[in-house]
C-alpha cells in the first residue's frame, strides 16, 4: 500500500452514537449528514478493522468532510481521536479513547459547500497504536464550548476518510 491510500470510508450512516452529547442525523437534500450543535459538544462515533494491508509505518490523516448548517463564516474545532479494542486489549464494558488531535476548519464562505478537514495521527500512541487486523473505534467530536469555536450553527458531517500517511 502507497503512502497516502485510502483506508477506510465512514458516512453519516455508519454512526454509532454515544449513550449521550451524540451528533444527531439529519438529510439535506436527500444526503445524510450528521449535525453537530454549536452550543455543546457533540460525538460521532465509527467502528471497524484496521485493512491488513495497513503499514503502520507512519500514521494516518483523518479527513473530516463537513459543511454548514447556514454560517458562512465562523471556525469550528474538530476533535478526532482512536479506540483500539483489538484482541484481548480492551474490555469493551467502558471507553478508552487516545488523546484527541485537534483541528480548526473554517467554514464554507458559501452555504451548502463541502469543507474537508484534515488531523494527522501518528503510528503509535496518538492512534491508541491501532495495528492492522485489529478492531478499533474513531470518535468525531465537534468542540463547540472550546472558546476559538465561534460558528453559528450546526456542522455537517458527511463523510470521515482515514488515509495512510
Known amino acids: 500500500m502507497a503512502s497516502g491510500d485510502t483506508l477506510l470510508i465512514f458516512n453519516a450512516l455508519n454512526n454509532e452514537p454515544p449513550a449521550a452529547s451524540y451528533a444527531t442525523l439529519d438529510f439535506r437534500n436527500a444526503h445524510p449528514v450528521l449535525d453537530f450543535d454549536a452550543a455543546a459538544d457533540e460525538s460521532a462515533v465509527f467502528t471497524s478493522v484496521m485493512p491488513q494491508h495497513y503499514s503502520g509505518a507512519t500514521g494516518v490523516t483523518v479527513y473530516l468532510h463537513w459543511s454548514a448548517t447556514s454560517a458562512t463564516s465562523g471556525d469550528t ?17 467502558s471507553d478508552s479513547f487516545a488523546a484527541v488531535q485537534s483541528a480548526t476548519a473554517t467554514a464554507p464562505g458559501t452555504s451548502g459547500y463541502v469543507d474537508i478537514q484534515a488531523i494527522a495521527f501518528t503510528d503509535g500512541a496518538q492512534m491508541d497504536s491501532v495495528a492492522a487486523g485489529e478492531l478499533f473505534r474513531i470518535k468525531v467530536t ?16 458527511s463523510a470521515v476518510e482515514v488515509r495512510e500517511t
Open 142 to 157: 465537534r468542540d463547540a464550548n472550546n472558546e476559538s469555536d465561534d460558528m453559528a450553527g450546526d456542522a455537517e458531517l
Open 77 to 93: 474545532i474538530w476533535d478526532v481521536s482512536f479506540e483500539r479494542i483489538g484482541e484481548g486489549q480492551l474490555d469493551i464494558d
